[in-house]
């Protein structure tokens, strides 16, 4: 089934561009039929890019899926024309009343901030909160996921001495989940952050189940609530240049960067890199949206409670 985006979205033509069926709201309108509601909070600056990377991999299923863009009123995105924001993005407080059947808040190059010191923080845990009411299963990537931890359990994020960057190798710690259903033993998946959380933290939370990690990125994916939150530490979403693209930026920036691990073929970043985490992306959102929203969220949306 199509994916029904707001109407001129610039998601919509990369994808097709891809053989990926969208549909715009004008024409998905003319059909009868009930689709999941999905709100997407994006905070990371290119939004465009992390715009087509979502819809990507929420088009891969045979439902219907209706999308809307959540911003916060206590921040500006500076790399995104306001055009852009003004045309596609709804306001949070604008949507206080709804509810949703998924919610997905991406990451935030604010990593190396305390939680209290990031500008927005008090509008964001509004947002944490509300989630918990007004969504049948959500999913919280990278520093989103930290600051979902932080904010409910008190679980501390903590500075790495080095920049985890790469594509790392997973392994399930509950592969009878159905979040899991058709993976492999094994998994890659992308990460780009300055931080981490504490296995020991998370173990130690009766109210938090431990599902998924890293020999070397540590703790990838941890599940709450019985399924009505995820929070996920890497970048299943990255499309395959995406790592390509933040190493050359640094470089340009003259900033200190290695070459992302695992990424290039022999470490060579004038190879073009080996993507080897896409279809454990798709089986990643299609089980979350088949099995923990589409079989779990009532008919009615103001049921969600």
Not at 77 to 104: C, L, Q, V, W
Not at 117 to 122: A, F, H, K, L
Not at 199 to 228: N, Q, T
Request: glycine fraction near 4%; charged fraction near 25%; include cysteine.
């Amino acid at each position: 089934m199509p994916l029904k985006l707001p109407d001129k979205l610039p998601a919509i033509e990369a994808l097709k561009k891809e053989n990926i069926f969208v549909m715009s709201s004008s024409r998905a309108d003319t059909q009868d039929i009930r689709p999941l509601k999905i709100a997407v909070l994006n905070l990371m600056p290119l939004k465009i890019t992390t715009e087509t990377d979502l819809v990507r991999l929420l088009s891969n299923t045979p439902l219907q899926i209706e999308l809307r863009l959540m911003k916060l009123r206590s921040h500006t995105s500076k790399n995104t024309p306001i055009e852009h924001m003004m045309a596609f993005y709804d306001d949070f407080s604008s949507m206080y009343d709804e509810r949703f059947d998924g919610f997905i808040v991406t990451g935030a190059p604010v990593e190396q901030l305390r939680f209290e010191d990031v500008s927005y923080w008090p509008e964001l845990t509004e947002v944490f909160d509300w989630s918990q009411t007004h969504v049948t299963s959500s999913m919280f990537i990278c520093w989103a996921a930290q600051a979902v931890l932080y904010h409910r359990y008190g679980i501390m994020k903590h500075q790495l001495e080095r920049k985890m960057f790469g594509v790392f190798r997973h392994h399930m710690l509950k592969p009878e989940l159905p979040i899991f259903r058709g993976f492999d033993d094994e998994f890659f998946v992308p990460h780009s952050r300055h931080s981490e959380v504490f296995r020991e933290d998370i173990v130690d939370k009766k109210e938090l189940e431990l599902l998924s990690e890293s020999e070397e990125a540590g703790v990838h994916m941890v599940m709450a609530r019985g399924g009505r939150d995820f929070f996920i530490t890497g970048h299943s979403e990255y499309s395959p240049l995406t790592l390509d693209a933040e190493y050359r930026r640094d470089l340009s920036k003259g900033l200190e960067i290695s070459v992302p691990r695992n990424y290039y073929p022999e470490d060579n970043p004038n190879l073009p890199p080996l993507v080897r985490w896409r279809s454990h992306a798709n089986l990643l959102f299609g089980n979350w949206l088949n099995y923990y929203v589409y079989q779990e969220t009532p008919y009615r949306l103001a049921d969600i409670n």
